[in-house]
C-alpha cells in the first residue's frame, strides 16, 4: 500500500479569475466614504503580493498547525525549513557537485542550493520558497535540481525499499532525510510538499512519518568504495540527470557523474578512458547489497 498520497494539483487558467483591471475598477466603484473602502483596498493589495508571488515561486510547503490559521510554532518552523534546506543542498550535492558522501559539501553547492522564503500565507501555514539563484555557471540546472529533489519524495511514496534512497541519492542524503523525519516524528509535525512544476503534491501525515521513520531506522548502510580505470565506448550521456552508459568489455554499465564532466564535451560512441568509482550500498540489516558506478573523469582514448 503507498504510504504517501500523491495528488494532481487542480489545473486553472487564468481566464477563470477576475482580471487585474476588474479588480481595480471594482475598487473605484466603491465610494471612498464607504466603510469597505479601506478593507476592500488591503485585499487588492494582498491579492497583487499573492499573485507575484505565486508566479516565481518554486516550491510551496503547507505546515498544519492545531493553531489558528496563519500561526505556527517556531519549532515546528524551523522543524520543517531546516530539514527541506539540508535534504535538499544534499540532493543538489548528489547530482550536481561531486557526489560526495563524506566531509564538508563544497561552498559553491551549498550556496547555490540556498533556498530564500519569498512570502508566508494562512492555511494553516504555508512557507513560499524560491532558489536564491546566485550562481550563474549551475544556474541551468536549478531545474534538473527541483526536480531531483521532487523525485526523492516520490520515491519515499513509490518504494517499500528505502536502501533505493541510499543507491540514488547518497548516503549523506539518506542519512539526513533519516534524520529529519526522526525530527518530524518527535515534533509530531506534518506537512504537505507542492512542486508547482510538477504540478503535484505530496501530504506527509503524522502516521505516514512515522511509518517512514521506522522503516528508515530499520535500514542500516554503509557503503564500499572500489576505484576502477576502464576503457570503453561512451553509450549515452545526459546533462539533465547527469547519467550516462558506458560499453566495455562487452558489459553496459550505467551510472551517474558530476556536471563537471559535461563541460568538456562528449561524443557518443567514441572511445574514452574512464575513471569510475564503484559503489556496493549494503545493508547491514539484511546483508543485501546494491551496487551503482560514479563516473570522477573521462578523457579522450588516443591510440
Known sequence: MSKFEVIP????????????ELLEKSLLDIPENSPYKEIAQHSFNEIQKFEQNRTKEDLLIRILSPLPSGKISLSALNTVSSGIQRVFTSVYNTFLGKGNNR???????????????????????????????????IASHDSDALKQFSDLFDALYK???????????????FNILKNWFQDLNRGNVEFE?????????????????????????????????????????LVSASSTNNSFAISANDTLIKGKT???????????????KF?????????????????????????????
Open 275 to 303: 575513471n569510475l568509482t564503484k559503489k556496493i550500498i549494503e545493508n547491514t540489516a539484511s546483508g543485501h547489497q546494491k551496487e551503482s558506478f560514479f563516473l570522477n573523469s573521462i578523457e579522450p582514448f588516443k591510440e
Open 9 to 20: 494539483l487542480p489545473s486553472r487558467n487564468r481566464s477563470d479569475f477576475p482580471s487585474k
Open 159 to 173: 518504494h517499500d525499499d528505502y536502501t533505493i534512497i541510499a543507491e540514488e541519492y547518497g548516503i549523506r542524503t
Open 193 to 233: 510538499y507542492l512542486n508547482n512544476q510538477e504540478n503535484k503534491r505530496v501530504f506527509l501525515s503524522k502516521d505516514l512519518i512515522n511509518n517512514a521513520t521506522k522503516q528508515l531506522e530499520s535500514i542500516k548502510t554503509r557503503e564500499l568504495l572500489e576505484p576502477l580505470e576502464l576503457l570503453g565506448e
Open 103 to 137: 566531509g564538508m559539501i563544497p561552498k559553491d553547492i551549498v550556496d547555490s542550493s540556498e533556498l530564500i522564503l519569498t512570502a508566508t500565507s494562512p492555511g494553516s501555514f504555508k512557507l513560499h520558497i524560491d532558489l536564491k539563484n546566485q550562481n550563474p555557471i
Open 258 to 272: 558530476s556536471s563537471e564532466v559535461f563541460k568538456h564535451g562528449l561524443t557518443i560512441n567514441k572511445l574514452y
